[in-house]
């Protein structure tokens, strides 16, 4: 049973606090593991510090905006799923993050269950086989 985490990334404090306390009550067959960052430079720091499993990221922030971010973790690492969320109703910007990678887009407000579900969905579809010693058939 290997710890996963969860890299929340939201300029709006109550925002990561609400997400956190979601995913900290959530079951799961994994421990959690719960990072947060208040804006689009910190996102980046704490996904080369943290090494996330599954991001949450807000798509409207200061310093580097969450399109962007996106768009930097998409290339680094394609296998990486990052779920937007955002306040704003535009579709435009939403099926443009989806066009760079996102996995999924959550719309604030959001029901509990929607992100329980979300994640638990993607934090499955990453596990990674435990490895195999060597000389073992594949």
Known sequence: ????????????????????DILRAMRHAD?????????GQEGLN?????????????????????LALLKQIHQADRRLPIIVITATQDT???AEALG????????????PRH????????????????AKPPGTPH
């Open 92 to 94: 435009k910007l939403a």
């Open 31 to 39: 421990p959690l593991e719960v990072g947060q960052a208040s804006d």
């Open 46 to 66: 704490a996904v080369v510090a943290q090494r996330p499993d599954l991001i949450l990221l807000d798509l409207q922030m200061p310093r580097v905006s969450g």
């Open 100 to 111: 760079h990678g996102a996995v999924a887009y959550l719309p604030k407000p959001f029901d």
């Open 1 to 20: 049973m290997a710890t996963r985490r969860v890299l929340i990334v939201d300029d709006e404090a109550e925002v990561r606090s609400a997400l956190a």
């Open 115 to 130: 992100v329980e579900m979300l994640v638990a969905t993607f934090l499955d579809s990453t596990k990674r086989p435990p």
